[in-house]
């Protein structure tokens, strides 16, 4: 079983940046890939960044491609989001979600076996 807490959401001006952080439990953390995922009001949940379970590997969504970094730090049992160039499109709740037997990156939700209970990020234009 593993227990996720996203912290670090918040509101902030276009342009400008936040790092969310994903703090886990449980003692095989680094044996789990991890991604973030959000939701905007109405919408679905989308797939933002991903990481392998030795960071090794990392994957984005084309939206964030060049604005956000996914990082992990496996002493820590965190995974983050730095978010910079913020748009007002990024506003959403963000979810982080870990995998089991993660060498690999996933996008798709229904790949992950655990999920936070989400932060909001809000961008004003």
């Known amino acids: 079983q593993v227990q996720l807490v996203e912290s670090g959401g918040g509101l902030v001006q276009a342009g400008g940046s936040l790092r969310l952080s994903c703090a886990a439990s449980g003692r095989t953390f680094s044996s789990y890939a991890m991604g973030w995922f959000r939701q905007a009001p109405g919408k679905e949940r989308e797939f933002v960044a991903a990481i392998s379970w030795s960071g090794s590997n990392t994957y984005y969504a084309n939206s964030v491609k060049g604005r956000f970094t996914i990082s992990r730090d496996n002493a820590k049992n965190t995974v983050y989001l730095q978010m910079n160039s913020l748009k007002p499109e990024d506003t959403a709740v963000y979810y982080c979600?870990?995998?089991?037997?993660?060498?690999?990156?996933?996008?798709?939700?229904?790949?992950?076996?655990?999920w936070g209970q989400g932060t909001q990020v809000t961008v004003s234009s």
């Open positions: 979600g870990a995998r089991s037997g993660g060498r690999s990156v996933f996008s798709l939700s229904s790949s992950y076996n655990y």
